[in-house]
């Protein structure tokens, strides 16, 4: 997934520092997410989160998370395309984009390889921890919104404005910033889009590619969050996301509020 789409269709959570535990198998694990808030997803998404099964069992993952962090211990919440890492500088030194670089382990591999490097009575609290941490199940509605036939209309207007915002310039005002950093990194690209369509052209099909290739995708994403993070880049797009999201919301208020009356969780 694309920065930009990423962003477009839920923000990226914000940068993340973190230690990982010393791991005793000899393939090391890729970071885990450290406690963080989830950041303000804007006036629209606000909307869209309450009828977002997928999103709200998300949100119940990062709590558990948080919560297993809190007592001294380590775990990855269900996010099978390691969506919830990327975007970070401790991802991106390890793992690139993770399109060469990251293995593809499950999140339940991932927890079950740190449980094994547990002594007895560390797993014993683990196991305690995991389970006055681990929050309800979110209960699936009968129905998605989407095959609401009352909110048809809706899901066209919003499907064809993302399509729009993906190229309005607001959104893209802090590209020339980030790519005069990147070309002082010695990379010529304009976007963070870009740069990620230059990394995955480089993994031959989605493959795995020799160690040099990996290391320039790796050297690539580095510099990309680097420039992000030095130029303001995630928040100045943020800003312009969630003033271009409001428009669209003052435009289908009554929508809106009918469709969380409706369906929401």
């Known amino acids: ?25 000899t393939k090391p694990l890729p970071p885990a997410v450290p406690s963080v808030a989830r950041p303000a997803p804007g006036p629209l998404w606000a909307y869209l989160d309450q009828v977002d099964v997928r999103l709200a069992t998300q949100v119940n993952e990062e709590r558990t998370r948080a919560c297993v962090a809190d007592a001294g211990f380590m775990y990855w919440p269900d996010d099978p395309n390691h969506e919830l890492m990327q975007d970070t500088l401790p991802f991106a030194r390890a793992w690139g984009y993770g399109g060469l670089s990251l293995e593809t382990e499950t999140t339940a591999e991932l927890n ?115 420039c992000r993070a030095s130029t303001g880049f995630t928040e100045s797009t943020r800003v312009a996301w969630h003033a271009v999201q409001q428009e669209f919301v003052d435009a289908h208020q ?12």
């Open 1 to 25: 997934m694309s920065h930009r789409t990423a962003l477009v269709v839920a923000l990226a959570v914000t940068a993340l520092v973190a230690g990982c535990a010393a791991q005793a198998s």
């Open 112 to 226: 079950a390889a740190f449980v094994r490097t547990l002594s007895g009575p560390d797993r014993d609290r683990y196991d305690a921890a995991l389970t006055d941490c681990t929050p309800a199940d979110v209960e699936e509605p009968a129905q998605s919104w989407r095959a609401d036939p009352a909110f048809a209309d809706l899901d066209v207007e919003i499907s064809s404005w993302v399509l729009a915002t993906v190229d309005d310039p607001r959104v893209h005002v802090a590209d020339a910033s980030w790519s005069a950093c990147m070309a002082e990194a010695g990379y010529d690209v304009g976007s963070p889009d870009e740069a990620e369509e230059q990394a995955a052209a480089a993994t031959r099909g989605g493959t795995f590619s020799d160690p040099e290739v990996q290391q320039a995708e790796i050297a690539l994403a580095v510099a990309d969050l680097t």
């Open 254 to 265: 009554d929508q809106l509020d009918a469709l969380v009356a409706a369906h929401g969780l």
